[in-house]
């Protein structure tokens, strides 16, 4: 869980400015679970998430939680060119069936990020 927390994290947060993303990777920094093992992920992480940001005003820790998803399930389909990209809009719509809150449609878009 750790390792696709932290990728995720750092695709979502590359300046590591974003309080509730850190606060996402530090709740899942000593989890050493294989993350396809984890029977709730995308509950258990959004769950995190929320107790982290109630208002939904932190969009790159919710982008975190939804590109920790997608890395977990999808290992083999990572590449790098446009990488961030790509885990961002994939594990949104893999976990928010494409319609992510507001906060975080607005923040995707701000970065070039379709949904």
Do not use: K
């Not at 790098?80 to 928010?96: C, I």
């Amino acid at each position: 869980m750790s390792e696709v927390v932290r990728d995720a994290t750092a695709i979502a947060d590359p300046d590591g400015v974003e309080t509730a993303a850190a606060a996402l990777y530090d709740g899942f920094e000593d989890d050493d679970r294989p993350a396809t093992a984890a029977r709730h992920l995308t509950a258990e992480l959004l769950s995190t998430v929320r107790a982290i940001d109630p208002e939904e005003e932190e969009p790159a820790a919710w982008a975190a939680a939804a590109g920790a998803v997608w890395l977990a399930t999808h290992p083999r389909q990572v590449n790098g060119h446009g990488r961030g990209a790509h885990v961002l809009r994939e594990g949104v719509r893999l976990v928010f069936d494409g319609n992510p809150p507001e906060s975080l449609g607005r923040w995707l878009g701000e970065r070039g990020v379709e949904v």
